[in-house]
């Protein structure tokens, strides 16, 4: 019995929910925003609907961690720290060291450090987020949670690229997913919805946040999904590319007149995507307000991206009962959900219009004869990684 506090720390930002264990219920939740700017803000909300927060500069994610506690006491939230027996962390990259979460150690920390690698964007900053609150909390009990963790289960002929086969074994160089912990908490809850067993349902997944995934769900595994190596492939993102010709890398670093690959990576992490194509923003609401061609044609690139991979993925399936939106733009934009459903509709797949217009509620959004379900399902990382941190610690 404690309270456990749920970590999501992100290259800029570090999102929080404190749980009371293990009744699940939410004591606090927030969000210390630009991290490393000169303009940061930290929100909370708490008790019955009270909101508290701050606007001040965040150096790192050890100052963003420090405010944070000191608030949580300072709102009386919490009496102090010791009533946190628990943090679970979530870490992108896991590579092929971690097929569960685990307890972490020094040893298991040097592996996280050593994956930066793997997931550039997040590992360093989920390790960040590790060593402060251990400095902060030494007696709680500390988990790492894994976005790779769920697709272990692809088979070797998905998680293999087409490349010489001694990269694998040697380096490592395969593919491993993200958001996995978000794949597995919709897919469970698709289930529920469905009145199903998981472990028949062939589903498609999509999580649309900042960075955007899909899976493909047999029987309750991951056998497949369009992140790679690292967070960056797959389907357009906020400012990520997605899927390129590698040859461009080489190609584009010659005329850029670059010298170091890591910043030609950069590019394709920060630069690209949503924010690349438009030149105006990485936020899908400002794009779908804006009459300008390129603004319109990020989303279209967007939609076109993601309805190719839902495609793939029912015919490597054979088929589908559901598809299931979820993360920022899953949740909240009617268009693309539409847009992105309707297009099977070849198949017997349609979206309700009226069931349709709906945000962050967890819903049926098909028409009754659809051929397959259509689903919203709001993600929640954040307790899936308390009810692991619960589970480890027994
Ligand atoms: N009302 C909305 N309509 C369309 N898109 C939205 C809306 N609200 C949020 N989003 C999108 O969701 C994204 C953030 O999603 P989120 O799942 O929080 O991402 P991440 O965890 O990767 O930061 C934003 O970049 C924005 O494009
Ligand atoms: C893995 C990944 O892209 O995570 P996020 O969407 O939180 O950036
Ligand atoms: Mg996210």
Known sequence: MGKTIAVNAGSSSLKFQLFDMPSERVIAKGLVDRIGLAEGSFTISYGDGQHFKLEQPFKDHTVAIN???KELTGLKIIESFDEITGVGHRVVAGGEYFK???????????????LAEYAPLHNPANATG??????VLPNAKAVAVFDTSFHTTMPEENYLYSI??????KFGARRYGAHGTSHRYVSAKAADILGKPLSELKLVTLHLGAGASIAAVKNGESIDTSMGFTPLAGITMATRSGDIDPSLVTFLQQKLGI???EAMIDILNKKSGLQGISGISSDMRDLENNEDHRAQLAIDIFVNRIIKYVGSYIAEMGGVDALVFTAGIGENDVNVRSRVANAFNYMGIKVDADKNNVRDKETVIST???TAKVLLVPTDEELMIARDVERLAK
């Open 67 to 69: 405010v944070l506690l």
């Open 164 to 169: 010489p086969y001694e990269y694998y074994e």
């Open 259 to 261: 010298t170091n690959p």
């Open 130 to 135: 590790i060593r402060a609150f251990r400095k």
């Open 368 to 370: 009754d004869d659809s």
């Open 100 to 114: 569960d979460s685990v307890v972490i150690d020094d040893d298991v920390l040097a592996k996280i450090d050593e």
